[in-house]
T-cell receptor, first 115, second 115 residues
Framework: NAGVTQTPKFRVLKTGQSMTLLCAQD?????MYWYRQDPGMGLRLIHYSVGEGTTAKGEVPDGYNVSRLKKQNFLLGLESAAPSQTSVYFC??????????????FGQGTRLTVV | AQTVTQSQPEMSVQEAETVTLSCTYDTSENNYYLFWYKQPPSRQMILVIR??????QNATENRFSVNFQKAAKSFSLKISDSQLGDTAMYFCAFMLRSNDYKLSFGAGTTVTVRA
């Protein structure tokens, strides 16, 4: 059982380049999230999805786009990378109907550097 | 928006001793969940312990326990019998079932266990 898998684990981009981060989960979770982690700021929510075909903005959505065409996949896109997007990106998924307490499961993170 | 505050950027503790990490949060809701996550150098986000706001009893997981003070909106983590493997960044997080299960994180506390 792989859980939540992020691709790639590391990436270096030049300013203005584009890229897509892929998140895949095999737990049949409805909810998926993209967070970014910056020093001294914890994790902040970029975008999220409450089900296949849905997306919503989080706390820091500017410069990012997302898509959830399949329930198990959640893609995060950077159309024109900027140095301010240098960060560690985490994908998470969550179930909603099982158990008394919801729990988020995280991928292993992607370290992105924009030069 | 919910805010989570961790006022201790760094903590150091001798092996086998006890350390307590503080966390406060702000919400007007009554039904919520609180979590402590551990992030070792591997970058993986590991759930340490969780607390449902409707439960008065403090959660305990082996050497980890919390002191949940709902009226004071405080959620501290105690690590007993500290081990070298406890060295990590620890994040306090808040979740609302009514807010799409999104997590709000504190800035984190770096814990170093000294041999």
């Amino acid at each position: 059982n792989a859980g939540v898998t992020q691709t790639p684990k590391f990436r270096v981009l030049k300013t203005g380049q584009s890229m897509t981060l892929l998140c895949a989960q095999d737990m049949n979770h409805e909810y998926m999230y993209w967070y970014r982690q910056d020093p001294g700021m914890g994790l902040r929510l970029i975008h999220y999805s409450v089900g296949e075909g849905t997306t919503a903005k989080g706390e820091v959505p500017d410069g990012y786009n997302v898509s959830r065409l399949k329930k198990q996949n959640f893609l995060l896109g950077l159309e024109s990378a900027a140095p301010s997007q240098t960060s560690v990106y985490f994908c998470a998924s969550s179930y909603t109907n099982r158990g008394p307490t919801p729990e988020a499961f995280f991928g292993q993170g992607t370290r992105l550097t924009v030069v | 928006a919910q805010t989570v505050t961790q006022s201790q950027p760094e903590m150091s503790v001798q092996e086998a001793e006890t350390v307590t990490l503080s966390c406060t949060y702000d919400t007007s809701e009554n039904n919520y969940y609180l979590f402590w996550y551990k992030q070792p150098p591997s970058r993986q986000m590991i759930l340490v312990i969780r607390q449902e706001a409707y439960k008065q009893q403090n959660a305990t997981e082996n050497r980890f326990s919390v002191n949940f003070q709902k009226a004071a909106k405080s959620f501290s983590l105690k690590i007993s019998d500290s081990q070298l493997g406890d060295t990590a960044m620890y994040f306090c997080a808040f979740m609302l079932r009514s807010n799409d299960y999104k997590l709000s994180f504190g800035a984190g506390t770096t814990v170093t266990v000294r041999a």
